[in-house]
């Protein structure tokens, strides 16, 4: 399995898409995981053998759309010590995976 998580605005001399297209040349069997900028990157990035496409601003927005939804309804607090009891509290962690 191979996960790229690194936006092509970070990559120097190189982009997710040589990446995955270079990737599946060398392994047809892996699996890879890769992150895109945009909508039609993404759908290049399937075409060229990738597993799964994730787009960093729509993963955010989901998160960030359920927090507002609770802050709106007056339960931010059980809300974040909800994710706080399920995942760790971010501030206290120092491992990039859980």
Request: hydrophobic letters at 40%.
């Amino acid at each position: 399995m191979i996960v790229c998580t690194i936006q092509d605005d970070l990559l120097k001399g190189t982009s997710n898409i040589k990446i995955v297209e270079a990737l599946r040349h060398i392994n047809p069997e892996a699996i890879i995981i890769a992150n895109a900028l945009g909508l039609e990157e993404s759908r290049r990035l399937y075409e060229l053998g990738a597993d799964y496409v994730y787009l960093t601003r729509i993963e955010t927005a989901e998160a960030v759309t359920e927090a507002i939804e609770k802050a709106l309804s007056g339960e931010i607090t059980k809300h974040r010590a909800a994710q706080e009891a399920l995942k760790g509290k971010w501030h206290e962690r120092d491992e990039v995976f859980s």
